[in-house]
C-alpha cells in the first residue's frame, strides 16, 4: 500500500503505474480515453456488465474506472485457471462482449491503438488483449474482461484468434511450459474455446491461419518495443527465449495449421468440464 493506493500487479504496458482505491481503480489515461470511456458506457447501457465502468478522470489527467472484484491469473499461470470449464467460460465471456459491443458505433476519428489491431480492419471495436492477466475470475469461471487500452476496429474472429494465442496456448510445448501447466493439448484446447464462443463452421475453417497472421502482429509489436529500447520488453524477450522462440511459434503453427484445423471442424465428443 502506498499514497497512491494498493497497487496492482499484472499486465506489461502499465506495470507499476496501476492502483486500485477502494471501489476505484486509477491508472493512466491512453491518447483515446474519451472514445474508450464512451465505448464502455455503451457496453453497459447494452447489458454488458462484466467490464469496469468509467467514472471520470483525475486531476493529473490519470481515468478512473470502478474495481472488478475476482481473481486474475499471473504467469505461471495457476492449473484452476488452465481447465477445459475455465477456457469455455472465456469463450462465452468473449462472445457476449461481442455481442453487445456489435451494437455499439465506433468512432473511426478517436485514434484507436494498431499495435494489435486487426491489419483488415472491422466495424466492431475488438479487445486484442484477452490475455489470462485481463480475465477476471469468480468461482472458477470468467467473469469479466479488464483492461481495454488496445482495443481496435476489427473482425471478431481476430479477437477469438488472439484469444487463442493467449489460452490455449498457441505456442510450441517447450515455449508454452515458461508459463502454463503442462500436458495441455492444444487442438482439443482450440475446439473448446471455439465452442465457448458458438463459432460458425466458416470461421473454424479460418481460424488457424487467422492465428498464424496474429501471431505475426504480436511479433511486430514487441519488435517496435525492443527497437523504442523499452526495458519490460527487452527483459521479457530476454527470459522467454528470444526471437528464436517466436521462430519456433511460427513454425509450429504452420506445421499444425491442419490438425488445429480438424479439431476445430469434427471435435471429438465431450463435455466442457474438467
Known amino acids: 500500500m502506498t499514497d497512491e493506493g494498493e497497487a496492482l500487479v499484472g499486465g506489461m504496458a502499465n506495470a507499476g503505474a496501476v492502483f486500485r482505491r477502494g471501489a476505484l481503480v486509477v491508472r493512466p489515461a491512453p491518447s483515446h480515453a474519451r472514445a474508450l470511456h464512451a465505448y464502455l458506457l455503451a457496453l453497459g447501457e447494452r447489458g454488458f456488465d462484466a467490464a469496469p465502468a468509467p467514472v471520470g478522470f483525475t486531476e493529473d489527467g490519470r481515468e478512473q474506472l470502478t474495481f472488478v472484484p475476482g481473481e486474475v491469473p499471473l504467469p505461471p499461470f495457476p492449473d484452476w485457471a488452465m481447465t477445459r470449464s475455465a477456457l469455455d467460460s472465456v469463450g462465452r465471456l468473449l462472445r457476449r462482449l461481442h455481442g453487445a459491443g456489435a451494437a455499439v458505433a465506433v468512432d473511426p476519428r478517436a485514434g484507436w491503438p494498431e499495435d494489435l489491431a486487426d491489419p483488415e480492419g472491422g ?9 489470462p492477466e485481463n480475465v477476471v475470475f469468480r468461482d472458477g469461471r470468467a467473469a469479466a474482461l479488464i483492461d481495454f487500452d488496445l482495443a481496435a476496429p476489427g473482425r471478431p474472429l481476430w479477437d477469438v484468434a488472439m484469444t487463442a494465442r493467449y489460452w490455449v496456448p498457441m505456442a510450441d510445448p517447450s515455449s508454452a511450459a515458461a508459463l502454463y501447466p ?11 474455446l471455439a465452442d465457448g464462443y458458438g463459432l460458425s463452421p466458416q470461421d473454424r ?3 488457424p491461419g487467422v492465428i498464424e497472421q496474429a501471431t505475426e502482429v504480436c511479433r511486430a509489436f514487441v519488435a517496435r518495443r525492443v527497437a523504442d529500447g523499452d526495458p519490460v520488453y527487452l527483459r521479457t524477450l530476454a527470459e522467454r527465449g528470444g ?8 513454425t509450429w503453427l504452420a506445421e499444425h495449421r491442419e490438425p488445429f484445423r480438424a479439431a476445430l471442424l469434427h471435435p471429438p465428443g465431450r463435455s466442457p468440464g474438467g
Open 205 to 207: 475453417a479460418e481460424l
Open 243 to 250: 526471437w528464436e522462440r517466436w521462430d519456433r511459434v511460427q
Open 182 to 192: 503442462s500436458g495441455l493439448d492444444a487442438p482439443t484446447r482450440l475446439a473448446v
Open 123 to 131: 466495424t466492431m471495436l475488438c479487445h486484442n488483449d484477452v490475455c
